[in-house]
C-alpha cells in the first residue's frame, strides 16, 4: 500500500472501507477476476447517494422523500470493447460475482493481479460535510416557504406556486487495474420555484432555480429564494401579454448565463470523444479547422469551484481539467475519457462520467462556457434593426452526426431598431453545429454562469452540468414561431 | 466471436429466494408499528442484459441485476416516502425511520391518502406479460442478432458507410405493490429488443443516422434482425440530400413515430394534475369539443396486443394498487375523461381513472397504460397523395411542447411533398402551432396503427402550422 497515512485532505475512501468493509485486498482479488480472461484495463465504481427532497404546494408542505442506492458497476476495456456488470450488493461474493460478469467480454490468459494502490491527487471544489450529513430539515423548509412566499406576493394573477428543494450527497470510490484508487464526496443541492399565473383566459407558467455543490450557504443574492421566486413570477406574468414569435431566419441576440445551452448543443456534444472516435460526429475530423467565428472561444472547466458541473475527479477517477474546445474560432479539442483518450492516442480531458453505478461511463461536458469578448451589452442591442432578443430558455437537443440542434426560448423579446419591444411566446431555435458559431458577429464583455440548474441527458444517462456565456448576436438562425 | 463461447445464457444475479410479497407486507407492519395511520410499499427487482455490435465487433456487454424498494408513510392526512437499494434488515429499518421522521415535517393535505378499501383491485385473466424465453437465447446467439441487424443494415447499400452499431436487449423485472388496507399484489414483465443505427454519407460527406428497433415480450414476436437492419438503412439513407425550405404554412403530415408524441401530449395536458393546477390548456374542457370530430383517443391498460400477448402499457392494477382498466380520453373529438389517480381525482371531486404510476420515492404520478388514437380508413400513402405541397415529418427534436399554453414549436426533419408525392429530404426547419389549434385541425387519420411502444398513433394529416426554415 503506497498511501500515507496522513492525506492532505479528507480520504473519502474511508466511507467504502468502514461502512461496507471494503478492503485493499478485496479491491485487488476484484480486478484481478475482472482481468482473469486478459483485456487492457479494468475498474471498480463504488457509489452511495443518499437524496433528500421537500416540497411546498399550495402553501402546504405535502411532499418530503429520503432515498439511498448503493452499488458498484465493474467495467473490462478489451481492445475497444466494454464489458460491464454491477450489483447493488457490496458482498464479496456478488462483486466477485459482477467481476467475473464483466470479464466475459475479454478472450485470453489472465492479467498479472495488481498489488497497492496510488491515490489520485485531486482538487478540493466543494465543501464536504463532515461526520455524516444530518440534515437540518428546517432550514430547508424555510428556503421554500420562503420562495412560495415572495411568488404569492409579486403579482395577484400568481395562481399556483410549487417550490420545490432537492439534495444529494454522492460517494463513489474508483480502483483502477493502473493500480489508481481515487474517491470523491460529492454534494449537490437544487432549489426550483414552478409558477402558474392566470388573467382571464391566459394561463401561463413560469420557472427558475438555482443551486450547485455547495451548503445552504450559497442561496444567496441570484440564488436566493425571493430571487429565483421573482424570477418564475415575472416570466410567468409577462407571457401573459406575450405575441407570437416570428417565423424564419433573422438576426438573434442570446442574453448571458443559460442561454449557454447554445454551446452545450452546438458544439458539447459534438466534441464528445465517443462520437469522434467513431466518425459519427458532424464534427469528426475538422481539429484544427474554424468552426465558430474568430470572436469566439469555448472551455469546458470542470475545475470550477462549487459549480453544479464541477467534480474533484470524473467518474472513471481522473482529474477534471479546463479543456479549450474552440479557440478564437478554431476548433482544438474533444472531451476524452480512458477508453477514447487510449484509441485515439490523445490526453485524458477527465471527462468519463456516468449517472450511477448501473452505468458504462462515456465522454461528457462538466461547465461549458464562452469566454467574454470586448462589446458592452447595449451596443449589441442597438446594432440590432430587427432580431429576437431570448434571454431564458427550456432544454435542446443535438443530432451529433448532421449537427443540427434545437433550444427552445422561454424568455423572448423582439428587437426593433436596437431596441427591446414585445414579450414573445416560446419558441424553438434551430441551427447547425459546425455552421451556427460562424454567424457570431458580437461578443460581450458580461459572461455570466447559469444558476446551477442544467442537466444534460445522452444514451438515457443524466448528469449534472454547467453552462454559461456573455450576450452575443448571431447574424443569422432560424426562429421557429408561428408568426411573421 | 472468440468471446462469445463463455456467456451463459439466462444468468440471474437476483437469484435469492426471498419473496418480496411477504417482504413487502412485512414492511408495511413494520411501519404500522412505528406508528403509521397507513402506509404503501413498492419494491422493484429487475435484470438487464444488452449487447451493441459495432462494425461487426463486440463494442459492449452489459449484464446485471438489481432491487429496490419505497415506503411511503401517512401520518392521518401528512405523508411523507423513503426508498433505498438495501434490502437488508438495516436497510429496511433505516427507510421506516427515515419516511417517518420526514412525515413530522410534512403537513397537512386534506386531499392526500391511500384510496378507498373496496376500490383496490386487480385483473384476474392472464394479461401474459412475463416469457421466460427472453433470456432463451445463448450468449453467441445474442451477439448473433445484434451482429445481424447490423449487417443487413450496413449491406443494404453502399452510401451506408458507418454505423453506431447493432443491439440486442432483454430484460425482466417484477414490481411488488401493498399497503396497509390489504392490498398485496405482484406481476413479472419480460422484454426483448432488437435494433441498428447506420450512418449514411452522401457525396459531400454530409452524414445522416437513423435507426429501427422491434420490441416484444417474448421472442418469437420480435422481427427478425435483419428486417429491423434494412427499415434502419431505409431510414437513413433517404434523409441523405437532406435541405432547408423556405419558411411558409402547408399540410404537415406526421408519420406515425412521431404522431405518437402529440397523443402523448394530449394524455398529459388532460392528467388530473395539470387539470387541477390550472396548467394546461384543456382545463375546464371536459365534455367539450377539442379536437376533430374524427378522433377517438383511448388509453386500455388491459390490452392484448393481436399476438396476443400484453401490450407495452398492460399491467393487472395501476401504480396505487386500482385494476387496470379502458379509458376513453377523445370520443368523437369530445373530452370525455380527465386522467386521474386518487389524488388528482379527490382534488377535482371525481374518481380516479386508475392511471396511477409510480416510481420508488415520491406521490403517485399520473401516466398512461396502452394509449392510441383509433385508427382511420386512408392508407398514408392516400393521406400523402391528397397533399399538394406539404412536409412529411419523420423525426422532431427538442422539447417546445407547452402543456399550459398548447404552443407547440419543435425542430423537425422529413421528406418534402409535391403533388402527392415524397420528393427531398428535409431538414434544419422547425414546425410550430398550438396543440388547440391542431387537435382541430387533423384532416386526415391514417389506419396504420401498429403499437411499437405504450404509446401509438397512426399516420395523421395536421392544416395550418408554420414552417420555419431558410
Redesign the interface.
Given at each position: 500500500m503506497n498511501l500515507p497515512e496522513t492525506s492532505p485532505r479528507p480520504s473519502h475512501r474511508r466511507y467504502f472501507f468502514d461502512k461496507f468493509g471494503i478492503t485493499e485486498r478485496l479491491l485487488e482479488r476484484c480486478l484481478g477476476e475482472a482481468l482473469s480472461a486478459g483485456g487492457d484495463y479494468a475498474d471498480l465504481y463504488f457509489e452511495s447517494v443518499t437524496s433528500t427532497s421537500l416540497g411546498v404546494d399550495e402553501q402546504i408542505v405535502k411532499s418530503a422523500s429520503t432515498g439511498t442506492s448503493t452499488g458498484c458497476g465493474i467495467r473490462v476495456l478489451s481492445g475497444e470493447r466494454t464489458g460491464y456488470a454491477y450489483t447493488d450488493n457490496l458482498n464479496p461474493d456478488r462483486l466477485l460475482h459482477a467481476a467475473k460478469t464483466a470479464a466475459l467480454i475479454a478472450a485470453g490468459p489472465a492479467k498479472q493481479p495488481i498489488q497497492g494502490f496510488t491515490e489520485t491527487r485531486s482538487g478540493d471544489l466543494y465543501p464536504v460535510p463532515v461526520g455524516g450529513f444530518d440534515l437540518d430539515l428546517a432550514a430547508r423548509l424555510e428556503l421554500i416557504l420562503r420562495a412560495d412566499r415572495a411568488a404569492r406576493a409579486y403579482d395577484n394573477r400568481v395562481v399556483q406556486v410549487r417550490a420545490g428543494y432537492s439534495e444529494e450527497l454522492r460517494r463513489i470510490l474508483v480502483a483502477g487495474s493502473d493500480g489508481s484508487i481515487a474517491s470523491d464526496t460529492q454534494p449537490l443541492c437544487r432549489l426550483n420555484v414552478f409558477v402558474i399565473a392566470k388573467d382571464g383566459q391566459a394561463t401561463t407558467k413560469g420557472s427558475a432555480g438555482g443551486g450547485g455543490r455547495a451548503g445552504l450557504e450559497q442561496f444567496t443574492g441570484s440564488k436566493s429564494p425571493e430571487h429565483l421566486a421573482q424570477e418564475a413570477a415575472r416570466g410567468a406574468i409577462l407571457q401573459l401579454g406575450a405575441i407570437p414569435a416570428p417565423a424564419g431566419e433573422m438576426q438573434v441576440v442570446l442574453g448571458p448565463g443559460w442561454p449557454g445551452i447554445l454551446l452545450h448543443e452546438a458544439v458539447g456534444h459534438g466534441l464528445e470523444a465517443d462520437f469522434n472516435r467513431k466518425g459519427t460526429s458532424a464534427f469528426s475530423g475538422l481539429i484544427g479547422r474554424p468552426v465558430a467565428s474568430s470572436k469566439v472561444t469555448v472551455v469546458d472547466n470542470g475545475t470550477m469551484q462549487g459549480r453544479r458541473g464541477s467534480l474533484n475527479v470524473d467518474d472513471e477517477g481522473s482529474p477534471t481539467q479546463e479543456t479549450v474546445l474552440i479557440e478564437n474560432g478554431v476548433l482544438k479539442g474533444y472531451l476524452t475519457d480512458k477508453l477514447s483518450s487510449r484509441l485515439m492516442g490523445t490526453a485524458n480531458t477527465g471527462s468519463g462520467r456516468r449517472e450511477s453505478y448501473h452505468c458504462i461511463p462515456m465522454p461528457r461536458m462538466t461547465n461549458t462556457y464562452m469566454l467574454a469578448g470586448e462589446d458592452a451589452p447595449e451596443d449589441i442591442l442597438r446594432s440590432v434593426k430587427h432580431g429576437l432578443y431570448a434571454v431564458n430558455f427550456g432544454g435542446g437537443q443535438v443530432d451529433i452526426t448532421n449537427g443540427k440542434f434545437v433550444f427552445s426560448a422561454s424568455e423572448a423579446y423582439m428587437i426593433e431598431d436596437g431596441k427591446i419591444t414585445a414579450p414573445v411566446k416560446d419558441a424553438t431555435l434551430i441551427g447547425n453545429g459546425p455552421e451556427a458559431l460562424k454567424y457570431v458577429s458580437m461578443v460581450g464583455n458580461d459572461l455570466r454562469l447559469d444558476e446551477g440548474i442544467g442537466t444534460c441527458g445522452k444514451d438515457g444517462q443524466s448528469v449534472p452540468v454547467g453552462v454559461g456565456m456573455p450576450t452575443i448576436k448571431l447574424d443569422r438562425m432560424t426562429v421557429g414561431g408561428t408568426g411573421r | 466471436m472468440?468471446?462469445a463461447g463463455?456467456?451463459q445464457a439466462g444468468?440471474s444475479?437476483n437469484s435469492g429466494t426471498l419473496d418480496l410479497e411477504s417482504l413487502a407486507a412485512d414492511l408495511v407492519k413494520q411501519a404500522m408499528q412505528a406508528g403509521a395511520s397507513d402506509a404503501e410499499v413498492v419494491i422493484r427487482e429487475g435484470d438487464e442484459f444488452s449487447v451493441n455490435v459495432?462494425m461487426g465487433?463486440?463494442?459492449?456487454?452489459?449484464?446485471?441485476g438489481?432491487?429496490?424498494l419505497?415506503l411511503r408513510v401517512y401520518l392521518g392526512k401528512r405523508?411523507?416516502?423513503?426508498?433505498?437499494?438495501?434490502l437488508t434488515a438495516d436497510?429496511i429499518r433505516?427507510v421506516v425511520e427515515?419516511?417517518m421522521a420526514?412525515?413530522n415535517?410534512?403537513?397537512?393535505?386534506p386531499f392526500?391518502g391511500l384510496p378507498e378499501t373496496e376500490e383496490f383491485g386487480s385483473v384476474k385473466e392472464d394479461l401474459h406479460l412475463y416469457f421466460e424465453d427472453v433470456y432463451s437465447l445463448p450468449?453467441p446467439e445474442r451477439i448473433e442478432m445484434a451482429r445481424r441487424a447490423e449487417a443487413a443494415a450496413l449491406a443494404a447499400d453502399k452510401r451506408i458507410t458507418?454505423s453506431?452499431g447493432g443491439s440486442f436487449d432483454a430484460a425482466t423485472g417484477m414490481k411488488v405493490l401493498a399497503n396497509s388496507r390489504g392490498f398485496v399484489g405482484s406481476y413479472r414483465s419480460s422484454y426483448a429488443g432488437v435494433s441498428a443505427a447506420p450512418?449514411a454519407a452522401d457525396e459531400n460527406g454530409?452524414?445522416?443516422?437513423d435507426g429501427w428497433w422491434s420490441s416484444a415480450r417474448r421472442m418469437a414476436n420480435l422481427e427478425s434482425p435483419e428486417s429491423v437492419g434494412a427499415e434502419a438503412a431505409r431510414r437513413t439513407i433517404r434523409?441523405l440530400g437532406?435541405r432547408r425550405i423556405p419558411?411558409q404554412r402547408v399540410p404537415i403530415v406526421f408519420s406515425s413515430e412521431v404522431a405518437r408524441s402529440l397523443i402523448g401530449s394530449v394524455f398529459e395536458a388532460a392528467s388530473g394534475d395539470a387539470i387541477w393546477?390550472?396548467?394546461s390548456?384543456l382545463?375546464g374542457k371536459l365534455g367539450e369539443q377539442i379536437g376533430a370530430s374524427t378522433l377517438n383517443i383511448i388509453d386500455d391498460n388491459t390490452m392484448l396486443l393481436p399476438t396476443g400477448v400484453g401490450g407495452y402499457g398492460t399491467s393487472p392494477f395501476d401504480g396505487e394498487g386500482l385494476p387496470s382498466r379502458r379509458t376513453v380520453v377523445l370520443e368523437n373529438g369530445v373530452l370525455r375523461n380527465y386522467m386521474l389517480n386518487t389524488y388528482a381525482a379527490r382534488k377535482l371531486g371525481m374518481k380516479s381513472t386508475h392511471n396511477a404510476s409510480r416510481g420508488?420515492?415520491?406521490?403517485p404520478g399520473i401516466g398512461p397504460g396502452n394509449l392510441y388514437l383509433e385508427p382511420g380508413t386512408q392508407t398514408p400513402e392516400q393521406i400523402i397523395g391528397e397533399v399538394k405541397a406539404g412536409l412529411y415529418v419523420t423525426s422532431l427534436?427538442?422539447?417546445?411542447t407547452?402543456i399550459?399554453?398548447g404552443?407547440y414549436?419543435?425542430?423537425a426533419?422529413g421528406l418534402w411533398i409535391e403533388n402527392g408525392q415524397l420528393t427531398h429530404a428535409v431538414?434544419?426547419?422547425?414546425?410550430?402551432?398550438?396543440l388547440g389549434e391542431m387537435l382541430k385541425n387533423i384532416t386526415a387519420i391514417g389506419n396504420d396503427l401498429v403499437f411499437r411502444g405504450s404509446v401509438a398513433s397512426p399516420t395523421i394529416r395536421i392544416d395550418g402550422?408554420?414552417?420555419?426554415?431558410?
Open positions: - | 472468440s468471446d463463455t456467456l444468468t444475479l459495432r465487433q463486440v463494442e459492449t456487454l452489459k449484464e446485471s438489481s432491487r429496490a419505497g405523508t411523507a416516502s423513503a426508498s433505498t437499494s438495501d436497510g433505516q427515515g419516511a420526514l412525515a415535517v410534512t403537513e397537512e393535505d392526500v450468449g458507418n453506431d450512418l454530409h452524414m445522416q443516422r434523409r437532406a419558411t393546477r390550472h396548467a390548456f382545463a420508488l420515492a415520491g406521490a427534436m427538442g422539447f417546445g407547452n399550459v399554453t404552443d414549436s419543435r425542430g426533419a431538414e434544419e426547419i422547425t414546425i410550430a402551432g398550438n402550422m408554420t414552417i420555419a426554415g431558410a
